[in-house]
């Protein structure tokens, strides 16, 4: 098991950033590649963005290019999803997931979730 809690979600206006961290347990959570993915109500989970357990190799969604960021923090176990330019479309639940794999997965293949922090983006 690997525990995950998000934190950093929040209201914000249309235009604005907002930092979501997600803090893992364990030992060797570089191993471990995380992802973000993000459900909005009445819509199907969305994958967001990834990254390697190395931090060297991230991957984005279409939608999120150029506005958002993953990052990582090996030593303090804790991945970061910076978004900036938000838009009232970005309004959902954001949930980080980690695989077993050092590697990034395809969005199915992800073993942990957490509860997920509510991000709202008012216009």
């Known amino acids: 098991q690997v525990p995950l809690v998000e934190s950093g979600g929040g209201l914000v206006q249309a235009g604005g950033s907002l930092r979501l961290s997600c803090a893992a347990s364990g030992r060797t959570f570089n191993s471990y590649a995380m992802g973000w993915f993000r459900q909005a109500p009445g819509k199907e989970r969305e994958f967001v963005a990834a990254?390697?357990?190395?931090?060297?190799?991230?991957s984005y969604a279409d939608f999120v290019k150029g506005r958002f960021t993953i990052s990582r923090d090996n030593a303090k176990s804790t991945v970061f999803l910076q978004m900036n330019t938000l838009k009232p479309d970005d309004t959902a639940v954001y949930h980080c997931a980690a695989a077993r794999s050092s590697r990034i997965p395809g969005p199915g293949a992800y073993d942990y979730w957490g509860q997920g922090t509510q991000v709202t983006v008012s216009s």
């Open positions: 990254i390697s357990g190395s931090g060297g190799l991230r």
